[in-house]
Structure formats: C-alpha cells, structure tokens
C-alpha cells in the first residue's frame, strides 16, 4: 500500500488537528486531550510508516505536490509537499519517539493542572516539526520553523509562574529568532535569485540544477559565490535552532521546561530542524564545493561550527550537577558532530547521527524525567544516587542510553553513527583539525556520562527523596523499553559492512557494503579513545562513589579554576549579557532618548523659531513638546497685541502709517528700477 | 448595484446613527444608545460586505462610481469610487469599528456622545478612503480630527487635554500644508480630481503645468503633499504626537487611531502622492528609504524601552506602518517589477493586518487597564495568566501576529514586505530585520512580566474575559488566524491593481 | 524749469503741507483743513494739465475740478458738523482724546 | 508770466504754513482765506476763470465762513494746552513722513521728462461751453453732484443740530 504524495500534508496535519481539538475542549477534558493527541501521533506513525514504504519503492525519486498559496501578480506564491527518503526517514523517527513521549508524558505530567494545555502544546510542537519534515518550500519550511519556535516558547516556559521558567522560554525564542533573521535573508536572498522558493519544481526549483548552477556562478560581496552567501545565511538559521556555537546559550536553558518538553526537544523535533535543514539544502550548501577559486565554501564553515560546538558541548558537560544540563550539553555537543558531518560532506551520516541520537537521547531524557518523578523533582546529581537497586527498569534503559551515547562499541546504534561521521571527518581534504576536535569530544563524552550514571545511580541514597524513590509505573517505563530497543537496534541499519540506510537516503537502490577491516584502525582508534574516557570517569567517580552531599567533586579539587568556569558553561551568558544585552539596552536607550529629546526638541525648535526666547528650563519630554506648542500660541497671542496696539484709534497714526508705507512703495519702485 | 448609491450610503450611514444619537441620545438610555451606536457602526461592515459579492476583483479601475458637480465655478465634483484598496480600508474599518465600541462599552459617562462621535470619526474615516476629489476628500480627512479631538480629550486619561491638543495641532499644520499645496495643484491644473491628476501625471503634463508655476514650486508642493501624509501616517520623524495620543486616549479610540487613522496616511501616500509625483518620489526616495528605517529600528527600540504599555504598543504601531512606507518607498525608488509587486502586495496586506492586530492588542491593554484601576505600567502586573487563561490566550495570538510569527496574519504582509525590499534595495531588507528583532523583544518582554511570573498582589481579583470582552477580541483572533492560512482572500482583491500599479512603472 | 513743473512743484508742496498739518495738528478742525489743502494741491494740478496738455479744448480739468470743489464743499460741511457733534460730546475737539475706536 | 506764478506759489505756500502751524484758529482761518483766494488767482492765471470764480465762491465765501463757525462753535475755555512730549513726538513723525512724501514727489516731478514745454496759446473755454459739457456728456455726474450737496446738506444739518428731544433710556 502505497501513500501519494499529495496526502504527505496529513502527517502533520494529524497532530494539528489534535492541537485544535485540545484547544478548543474545556479544561477537565484531560482524556480526551491526552487521547486525541497520542491518537493522532499514533496515526501519523503509521502514515510516515507507509510514506516510507512508498518513498523506499523509488529511493532516488522526488516526489512533490506543488499548490498555490495566493496570487503575486502575473503568478503566485507556491508551496508544496515533498516526499522522498530523507523526510520518510525523518518522519517515521519522529513521529515514533513523539508517541513515546507523549505516552510517558500522561504518567509524568498526571498532576498537573494545565495538563490539557500540555498536551495541545505537545501536538503543534509535533506537528510544526513534521511540517518541515515534508515541506517542499523554504517558505513552507521557514513557516513551521517559527511554529516550531513559538511551540518551544510555550513548552519551556510552561510552568510560566517560575520566573526563571518565562525567563529561559524567552531566551530561547529571541536567541533563535537571531538566527532565524539570517535564515529569512537567506531565504529572501534566495526568492530574490532564483524568483522560486520551491526544492523540486520539475527542474525549476531552488535545489536543481539549473538554479544551482546560477547561484554558484555569481559573485557577490567579498568574492562569495552567492550560493555560498545564501548558504551561510540558512546556516544561521541552523546554528540558532540546533544550538550551535554561538548561539547554543539557550539550549542547556531549556530544561526548565518539564523533562519530556526537553526530550522532545534534544531528540526529536526543535534541534534536529537545523541539522535536517542542512541537510535539505545540501546541494545549494555543496553548489561551491565544484568551485575553485572561492574564498570560503559555506561547508568549511559548517564544519568548524560544528568541530568547535562538539569540543565545547563535551567540555562543559564534564562540570554540569544537574542531571538534565548535562545531557543538554551532551545534546549540544552530539549537534556538533551532526553540523561536522555535514560540514565534511557526508551528510547522510548526520542524519544517521540524527536517527540514533534521537532514540538515544530521548530514551535518556525520560530516563532522567523518570528519576526527577521518582525522587519528587530532585535534579542535582550530587542529591541523588544509589538508585541502581531502587529503579531496575529505568537504571537498566538509562545505562543503555549511556552506552549508546558513549558510543560503546558493536552492540551499540551511537557507536556506528558516531563512526560513520568520524570516518567522513578523517577523509576531509580541508583540514584535520575538526577530526581532532572530534576525537577528544569521544573522549569527554565517555567521561562525563559515566560519571553522569555513577553519580545517580551508585553509592548511596543522599537524600531522603532518594531514599524512596521507587519504580514509576508501565506509561512511563514502556516507552523506555521500546525506546532502549531502538537505541541498540537502529545502528544496525547502517553498518559500514551493510550502509542499508546510507544507500537508500542517498537514493541509490543497490547497497554497496566494504568489508569492516578496510576502515579497522580508525574504528580501533575510536575505541581505545572510548575505553579512556569511560576508565578514567569510573576510575575517579564509580569506584568511591560519593558519600557526603557537599563532598567536593574530584576534578575540581584537582583543578578547581577550570571546573568552575566550565560549570559556569565558560560564561558566555555574562559575556552575551555584557555585550549583545547592553548593546540591545543601550539601543533601547538612545532611541528613546533620540524620541523624547531629540525628535520632539526639533519639533520645539521649529516652534520656537517665531520668538526669540532664551533659556530652555523643565526640559522633560511632555512640556518640551508641548511647551513648544504652547510658545507657538503664545507668540501668536503676542502679535495679535502688538497688531492690536496698532489700531490705536487715532487717524493720525494710520495717516502717519499711510504715508509711511507710500514713501516705502515708492522707494521700492525707483530703486526696484520698474519707475 | 444599478442606481443604488451605495458609496454614498456607506459614508453617512454612520453619521446618521450619530444625528440619532445626537438628538436623541437623552432619551434613549445608556444601553440602547451603545446598542444603536454598535448598530450604525455595523452597519459598514454589512455594506462593505454587499459591496464585496458585487465586487469585480479582475477590474482594477474605480467601481460603483458616484460623480455629480457639486461647486461648477471650481470644478469641484462629489465624487466617490471605489478600487481594491479602498475595499480593503472600509472592510478594515467595518471590521474594526464595531469592535472599538464594543471595546467602549463599559463607558459610563455619556454614552450616547461617546458613540455618536465615534460614528462621525468613523463616516469621516470612510469618506476618505471612498473620495476621488480633494476637496471632499480633504473635508473628511481634516472632519475626522474634530470628533478624535473630543473623544481623547473627554473620554482619555490623565494628559488626555494636552495630548489632544498636541494631536490637533500637530496633524492640522500637516492638513495646513497639504492644503496649500493642493490649492496651488489645482490653480496650475484646475482640476481637484484624482483620477484626472493621475492621468496628467501619467503622460508627465502634470510635472510640465507646476513646472509654469516657476522656480521651487514643483518641490515645495511635493514637499507640502508629503508633509500631511506624512505626519497623519506618521512617517519618522513626525511621530512624536502619537506615543502621547495613543496613550491617552481611551483604549477604543486607540484602537480606531492605531487600526483605521494611521492607515489614512498610508492610503494618502498610495493614492495621492504616489500617483501624483512619481518623479520626485522617485528622486527623494532613498532619503525617505532612510525615515521608514528609521521608523521600523528606531520604532522597536524605541518600544524597548518604554514602561508604559499603552505606549509601547503605540511605538510598535509606529514601527508597523513604517513596514508599509518602507515597501512603497523602496518600490519609488528602484524598477523591477516581480519584487515591486510583492511590496505592494505586503504592504497592503500589512495595512489590514495591522488595523486588526494593533486594534487588539490596544483592547488588550485596555482591557488590562480597567482591571487594575487605570494602571498600565509594564511592572504593575505579574502571573496573570494564571488567573485569566483565555485572555492570556487571545492576548498572545494578537501579539504574536503582530510579532510576525508565521500561520496568523502578521507574517504573509510582513514576509512580502521584505522580500520585495530585498529585491528593490537588499540593504534596506538587512537593516529592518533590526526592527524585526527588537519587535520580538519588547513584545515577549510584555508577555513575560504581565502574563508569566509569579501571581502579583495587585492582580489578585482579575477575572477572566467577560462575554463582551470575549465578542470583542474573538473576531480579530479568528481573522487573524483565518487570514495567516489563507491570504488569498485579501490577495485576491488586491492583486490585480497592483499588478496595474506596477505595469504602469517606468 | 517749464511752468508745468512749477505747477506740478507747488501743488506737490501744498499736498505735503497739508499732509503735515493733517498728521501734526491735534486740533480736528486744523486736520479738516490740512485736508482741503490736499484736495486743493490736486485741483492745482488738474489744471496744470488742462492747461499743458495735449487736448486743452475738452475742458475735461476744468470740469473735473468744478466736480471736485463740489465734493470738497460737501466734505468740509459734514466735516466741520462731525467736529460739532464730537464736541457736543466730548467737550473736546482734540484728536488724541477721542480714540474710542481703538482696538 | 513764470514770475508771476512764483509769486502766486510762495503766497500759497506761505500762507498755508502759516495758518496751519499757528495756534489761534481765528487767525489760521483767516489766513487760509487769504491762500484759497491765491488759489483762485493762480487758476485765473492758468486761464480757467470760471474755476477761478467757483474757487472764490465756494472756498473763500462759503467754507471760511463755515469754518469760522465751527471755530466759535467748540471754542475751549482755556484756548491751548501746553505742548507735551507727545505732540512734539508727533510733530516729528510727521515732518519726518511729509517730507518724505514731499522728497518722492518733487523727485518724481523733476525727474520726469515732460513732453510739453512751452507753453500754447491760453484756450478759450467759455461759461457756455461748460454748461454744455455739464448739461451734456456729464449730465449724471452732475445729477450725483446735486444729490451729495443735497445729503450732504441734510447730514450737516442732523450732525450739528442740537439734540433735544432725548431718548426713552435716558428718562428712566
């Protein structure tokens, strides 16, 4: 059975509906709301399901359903749905691991009173997701990014009333939206070059050749390639919503939202967007690559965005406390190796990367949302502890996340992924030094994820919350289970030795596998570095596991510096604050300013240009303004005195006047020269 | 529509609602007068939607044309027609009027005079945007500051006096030059009618005959149009009456202010000046390329700064409409016909986007106030969404689509807007996005300290929208919505003049 | 120096002593006076014209001044009963006390 | 003939100085006479006599006696009154204003080239030729003559009449 493309719209449009209908119900229709959009997911998994199947029919086919939005003139704006492997892929991840967390969110989020608001939130995050997932328009797809921003906004600062909630809900949507200005140009730059927004139009869409070949063969400012301007510039778009470095500041902010919102987040909707955008526009992305004699290639810089957001996502994980923080550092460093690859060409692996990474993170996340339920919203790694024995089902998923992650080797879906990119990085003919970066970020991520499962889940309980957590029930712990199977199961699908899901994105119908030695020392390499980093954290915190709850931790006894300014995630908060923030204040500032005393001052000049009055006193805004309507007033109540003393009511004087005024006539004529 | 006037009756059946309830307003009773006030108020919107079934939106020349002579000694006809542009200005004021009465309806004092001066602002409003001669057109343009006058000054707050007369005075001496201006048109030209000043202008007769006037006159008539629009729309730096008057003047007006006024001057530019002067906008278009910015980055910063959340909205009005002048101004100065369409297109959709999501965040607020007692500073309130869920809810869908997010209406004006100023001047694009920014800025800044945050003290009896609150907004919501899906029902009636305006291009 | 501008050059100056007296004087009936003077200074030069000019046999200054001291006699009349009022009034005929009219 | 009419000039002018910068109105009066009667004789010498007559009639017969009876009529108690800062003022301003009037006159005057220069032969206008021309060609401006003497006549009279009879306000 196959989907037509022309229905692909019914996969998002599925969860919006539910949206709608959680929108529109009273408040105590909890069922109903939870129902609807767990339905709706569930249904849509089975359409991406069959979307899947149709797509996989002719893997190197686009196939598109073009529409008109409305009229521009002579033409029209169009939109159109597209399905081909990449969105199929995406899709059936998506809507798979939304169902999950959707299902764990009825257990996690029972008690909340805004639990029907949740829900619909829930879906139009969902729904936005998957509509880029099967946009064929950068317009389309730009449309679902900002719901996508707008559903985050709402998610992250669900719990509203917290002020450091709405604080870090708007934090993410302005950081973003810098971002997503550049993505709009990019995309403005783009209608503007090519007249079309539209991927694949039959030849005439922005990703084919024709239009490809144009961007890339002119010029713009500094010697770019405008193809490579226009990619830099979505790529922007992608370093704000894949938290990217700089822009990755709002990412480790948005756990203040409940901790599914936050799985849904880091695995499969909002940063997976930017790493699937690029990946969508990579041949506008690659259309330099053919060029010699260009400056920069927009690739170049993904690549090192993403080595350099890799590096220092593993770094400031390894001195985060809280449990969610650092795995969203660990979310913001696994982007970074999704942009890397990317960056080095091989975008196939990233979105291999992105697949597993989405199982395993999500799985991960519920697992910490399951510990915070557990242990009645304790978040500090150094509070909890010892609940290996306590929670069997969730330590047991959350360990395989972990290895996952660490990218233990063969059994493991990160492991594969994580070796397809580091394979890609290595052949990258620009520079090693990304692949260098890639290297000790495998390391760190070993490290700080074993200390991350030793700290919660060895030694001792050091609370008394802890000491009675206790297993949560099947909503939350099912989809851990199903979650964990998808973690270890799906690195199968792309095995150097069988790359099934490679083959298939990059639309080739035949698998062409390489036997596992031809790439052995690399895969030898990644291995030892992952021994290393999970030795040395068990060595330091798994073997003395942590007793006392102020006990300093061992790395910062050893370097307490360091470790506290990467706990202080390098202080690029303060430096955004210091510098961006007081830029945007001192803005606000000056353009008040300018409005109150500058502007409104011209206004009074002007006004007091008919009296010669001195001393400018009370300058505030109001009576500057309006001072300067009453000086006009008041010069004109002047005149009409000193008019009115004219008529004096003795004809002599307007003898005199008369007289006066002919002599002056008079003169005026003769000297005029008019006789 | 064979004889009907209907133009006629859409103009003054609002002023005779107001007649009414001029001289019978006593004895009506305060309900029955708000409730024939509404009704007389709605009674556009009826019309405007008669006049839409029978609307041919393939013609892009004036339809259900009136024209009779009026003063022969002057050439002066009445003359009312009506093209896309002025349907879409009297649907917004159909749409929006009803609803700033409805935004009123808790006036307690003299409610018959408030509504029947609001019906007069709303004829005069209408008669503008339905005039095709300048001397009918300028007698509403300059009747619509008398009742505005009263409304802020008798119904308004605090500094209402001083900010009406700031209001009056400021837009009079731009009405003043626009007067002169024209008397000088129409004594190089005899004629006051706009269609006739177009054609001349078309086949550059027009720039011929003021150029007999001798010496600076062309420019100082140009310079003469250019202020009254200019401060009616209002055009940075002409904008310092409007934070004071908007904020001042109670949140109904506001709301025709901001929703229906503003576009006046917007409407003047594209119908008069535009039109009239192609040549010398085209020259000084770069230099007023530079106001609209100005007005779109310093507007939003502007607002940032402000603690006043009548005047905070009142600066992201100003910024709006800058969006529209930006588009027209770009389209003056540069040729290249695909980009000039999508600014036009923006910028009239911009201008029916904005009438409706301004007039709602301007009820919002209102709303805001008499909840708190006439408090509207951004630190007064805290949490309120705990306590009014829906209203946060109708609150935020206003200011998101004022903020331009995609689905609600904001973004598809917007979105054209700047993908023609791309096209026609790419810097000019690269520099609002500055505005865009900040706008996104203040705006989740009003959110975040009125709505989010712990519950207040001082917001500790707020109540939910009652039924009139929840009539009002719920229209603009569901339009909002409605149009950010589906543009192509205001496309549809604009696009074929634009796509005449801009055939018509050097 | 023609008779004609000789003509022209009195009627000037007895315009202008007129003028003086009319604007110096406070006393109303000297102000009627000065203004007689003036009708007189152009009556002067009506004739100066008449009697220099190109077409002498239509009389038409003549006529003109014979219309003029007409309206003169009329003028000074009602002139001279307006001060007769005013002083029936005011008991003065000095012009800087009578200035109700002023603004 | 030039000499004679220089003589006539400064007996005008003189005269009308005098009279009009005197401080006794009787002798100003008298005075004015005696320069209305140099008009007269000045326009007999341009040759207009019936002009001349009208002048002597009217100016120095009936507007002197006129002007006498006025004088009589509002005669102060105290003839004169010091002359204080603001008549001086005055005075000044106004010499100031005549002269320049005079100045721009008698500039003109001299500075325009007049086409006649010698003087014709004095024309011959008799009384009958005027009567013709007024009962002919100038009929109606006589007419509105006669009827402004007229009201004229009546105003003067209305003005100047004693006010006996007074108003219905004044009784109560």
């Not at chain 1, 719901?147 to 993410?172: D, Q, T």
Request: glycine residues 10%; hydrophobic residues 60%.
């Amino acid at each position: 059975m196959h989907l037509p493309v022309s229905l692909v719209w019914l996969i998002p449009a599925l969860p919006l509906l539910a949206a709608g209908i959680a929108a529109l119900a009273p408040r105590s229709c909890r069922t109903l709301a939870a129902g609807a959009a767990i339905a709706a997911m569930i249904a849509a998994f089975v359409i991406s399901c069959l979307a899947l199947h149709t797509a996989l029919a002719d893997p190197g086919a686009k196939l598109v359903a073009n529409f008109e939005w409305f009229d521009v003139g002579a033409g029209a704006m169009r939109l159109g749905w597209l399905l081909d492997p990449l969105t199929a892929f995406m899709c059936v991840m998506v809507t798979f691991v939304a169902s999950l967390i959707f299902i764990f969110s009825t257990g996690y989020m029972k008690a909340d009173a805004n639990f029907k608001q949740f829900f619909c939130f829930l879906s139009l995050f969902a729904a936005a997701m998957l509509g880029i997932l099967v946009a064929n328009s950068l317009l389309l797809l730009f449309i679902c990014w900002e719901l996508v921003g707008l559903a985050s906004y709402l998610l992250i600062g669900f719990w509203f009333h917290k002020p450091s909630a709405a604080a870090a809900a708007k934090k993410a949507f302005i950081t973003t939206r810098i971002g997503d200005l550049g993505l709009l140009l990019g995309l403005l730059w783009l209608a503007d070059s090519t007249g079309s927004l539209l991927f694949y139009d039959g030849g005439n869409g922005v990703l084919e050749v024709a239009a490809l070949g144009s961007l890339a063969s002119q010029v713009t400012v500094g010697g770019l390639a405008v193809s490579t301007a226009i990619g830099l510039l979505i790529f922007c778009g992608a370093v704000g919503k894949s938290g990217q470095f700089p822009l990755h500041v709002w990412l480790p902010d948005a756990m203040e939202g409940p901790t599914p919102v936050s799985a849904l987040i880091h695995a499969a909707t909002m940063v997976a967007a930017g790493v699937f955008l690029i990946a969508r526009v990579y041949p506008l992305m690659s259309a330099d690559l053919a060029l010699p004699l260009v400056p920069l290639h927009a690739l170049t810089v993904v690549a090192f965005i993403g080595a350099i957001t890799a590096l220092l996502g593993a770094t400031i994980a390894v001195a985060q406390n809280d449990i969610k923080r650092v795995l969203a550092f660990s979310t913001v460093s696994q982007l970074g190796y999704m942009m890397l690859a990317l960056g080095v060409g091989s975008w196939v692996a990233a979105i291999f990367h992105l697949l597993t990474h989405a199982f395993f993170k999500a799985l991960l996340f519920l697992g910490a949302g399951s510990v915070i339920h557990a242990a009645h919203h304790e978040q500090d790694i150094r509070r909890l502890g010892g609940l290996r024995g306590r929670m069997r089902i969730t330590f047991a998923t959350f360990a395989i996340g972990m290895m996952a992650l660490s990218g233990v080797p063969f059994l493991f879906s990160g492991f594969w992924s994580k070796e397809a990119i580091l394979h890609a990085a290595h052949g990258w003919q620009v520079s090693h030094l990304p692949f260098g970066a890639a290297l000790v970020a495998v390391v760190l991520t070993a490290f700080y994820m074993t200390r991350l499962v030793a700290e919660t889940f060895f030694g001792t309980a050091r609370t008394e919350e802890t000491e009675h957590a206790h297993e949560n029930s099947a909503v939350m712990t099912v989809p851990l289970i199903l979650l964990a199977v998808g973690a270890v199961a799906l690195g199968f699908l792309g095995t150097p030795a069988f790359p099934w899901l490679q083959a298939r994105l990059l639309g080739e119908p035949e698998v062409h596998g390489h036997p596992l030695f031809e790439s052995a020392g690399l895969m030898m390499l990644s291995i030892v570095l992952v021994a290393v980093g999970l030795g040395a954290g068990w060595a330091i915190y798994g073997r003395r596991p942590r007793v006392a709850l102020d006990a300093v931790d061992p790395l910062a006894k050893a370097a307490p510096g360091v470790i506290a300014a990467l706990g202080n995630r390098l202080g690029f908060d303060e430096l955004y604050a210091a510098t961006l923030g007081r830029l945007v204040t001192a803005g606000a500032t000056v353009a008040d300013f300018f409005d109150r005393y500058v502007w409104g001052g011209a206004v009074t000049m002007l006004a007091r240009l008919g009296e010669f009055a001195g001393v400018v006193n009370r300058e505030n805004d109001e009576s500057a303004i309006n001072g300067g309507f009453n000086v006009v007033s008041e010069s004109f109540r002047d005149s009409g005195r000193a008019y009115s003393r004219a008529q004096s009511g003795e004809p002599q004087s307007y003898l005199r006047f008369i007289a006066t005024g002919f002599v002056v006539l008079m003169l005026l004529v003769i000297l005029g020269g008019g006789r | 529509m064979s004889s009907l006037p209907i133009l006629s009756l859409l103009v003054f059946a609002p002023w005779l609602g107001a007649l009414v309830l001029a001289s019978l307003g006593n004895k009506l009773g305060a309900k029955s007068s708000r409730v024939v006030g509404l009704l007389s108020s709605g009674s556009t919107l009826g019309l405007a939607l008669v006049i839409l079934a029978n609307f041919a939106p393939a013609g892009a020349g004036y339809q259900f044309i009136e024209r009779h002579s009026w003063i022969s000694a002057l050439r002066v006809d009445y003359h009312l027609g009506l093209d896309g542009l002025s349907l879409l200005l009297v649907l917004l004021t159909g749409l929006v009027s009803p609803l700033c009465l409805l935004a009123s309806w808790k006036i307690q004092r003299a409610p018959h005079h408030f509504a029947a001066l609001f019906l007069l602002l709303q004829g005069a409003a209408l008669g503008v945007f339905l005039a095709l001669d300048f001397f009918h057109w300028f007698l509403f343009w300059e009747l619509s500051l008398v009742p505005a006058f009263f409304l802020i000054k008798i119904w308004g707050g605090e500094g209402a006096t001083r900010a009406a007369y700031q209001f009056v005075i400021y837009t009079l001496a731009g009405g003043a030059c626009l007067l002169l201006a024209f008397a000088a048109i129409a004594v190089a030209t005899g004629t006051f009618n706009f269609t006739e000043l177009a054609t001349l202008a078309a086949s550059g007769q027009l720039a011929a005959k003021l150029a007999l006037l001798g010496g600076l006159w062309p420019k100082v008539i140009f310079i003469g149009v250019f202020l009254g629009l200019a401060v009616k729309a209002p055009l940075f730096p002409f904008h310092t009456w409007l934070p004071a008057t908007y904020a001042e003047a109670p949140s109904g007006v506001s709301m025709f202010l901001t929703g229906i006024m503003s576009k006046m001057g917007v409407y003047g530019f594209l119908r008069i000046l535009w039109p009239l002067f192609p040549a010398e906008l085209h020259a000084a278009a770069p230099c007023l390329l530079g106001l609209a910015l100005g007005g779109v980055v310093f507007g939003a910063f502007a607002a940032l700064n402000q603690t006043d959340l009548k005047r905070m909205v009142a600066y992201s009005s100003i910024n709006h409409v800058s969006y529209c002048l930006l588009a027209l101004f770009a389209v003056a100065g540069a040729s290249n016909a695909p980009a000039a369409t999508a600014a036009l297109i923006g910028a009239l959709l911009q201008m029916f986007n904005h009438g409706l999501s301004a007039a709602a965040l301007f009820a919002c607020v209102g709303m805001l106030e008499a909840r708190s007692g006439g408090r509207r500073g951004i630190h007064d309130f805290g949490g309120v969404r705990t306590l009014a869920p829906l209203f946060a809810g109708f609150c935020g869908v206003a200011m998101f689509s004022s903020l331009g997010l995609p689905g609600l209406n904001g973004f598809v004006g917007e979105f054209m807007i700047f993908s023609g100023v791309f096209g026609l001047a790419p810097w000019a694009a690269g520099v609002a996005c500055l505005g865009l920014f900040a706008t996104a800025l203040f705006l989740l800044t009003f959110w975040q300290r009125v709505f989010h945050g712990p519950t207040g003290a001082a917001v500790a009896a707020f109540r939910d929208l009652d039924r009139v609150e929840i009539l009002t907004l719920l229209p603009l919501v569901v339009l909002m919505v409605l149009l950010g899906v589906l543009p192509q029902l205001l496309v549809g009636l604009i696009n074929p003049l634009v796509t005449t305006w801009v055939s018509q291009l050097p | 120096m023609s008779p004609l501008q000789l003509c022209l050059l009195l009627s000037s100056l007895l315009f202008c002593v007129g003028l003086v007296a009319a604007m110096a004087r406070s006393n109303a009936i000297l102000v009627l006076l000065g203004v007689e003077l003036m009708l007189n200074a152009a009556n002067i030069n009506f004739i100066a014209f008449w009697r220099y000019g190109p077409n002498p046999e239509a009389g038409t200054g003549v006529l003109f001044v014979l219309f003029s001291i007409a309206v003169a006699a009329a003028e000074a009349a009602v002139g001279l009963a307006l001060v007769i009022a005013v002083y029936r009034h005011q008991k003065t005929i000095r012009l800087a006390s009578i200035n109700r009219l002023k603004g | 003939m030039t000499l004679a009419l220089i003589l006539l000039s400064v007996l005008i002018l003189g005269s009308a100085i005098v009279a009009l910068s005197l401080r006794n109105l009787i002798h100003s009066a008298l005075l004015l006479v005696a320069c209305w009667a140099g008009i007269a004789a000045f326009y007999l010498w341009a040759g207009a006599e019936f002009v001349a007559f009208a002048q002597g009639l009217v100016y120095v017969g009936a507007i002197s006696m006129v002007v006498l009876f006025a004088v009589l009529l509002t005669r102060q108690g105290t003839a004169s009154e010091p002359l204080g800062f603001a008549s001086w003022q005055r005075f000044i301003l106004a010499l100031v204003a005549g002269g320049g009037v005079a100045g721009i006159l008698v500039g003109a005057v001299l500075g325009t080239p007049l086409t006649v220069t010698t003087p014709g032969p004095v024309p011959v206008l008799t009384v009958k030729q005027i009567g013709a021309q007024l009962m002919g060609p100038h009929v109606v401006a006589l007419l509105v003559v006669g009827i402004l003497l007229t009201v004229s006549l009546l105003g003067a009279v209305v003005l100047a009449a004693e006010e006996n009879v007074k108003s219905p306000e004044d009784e109560v």
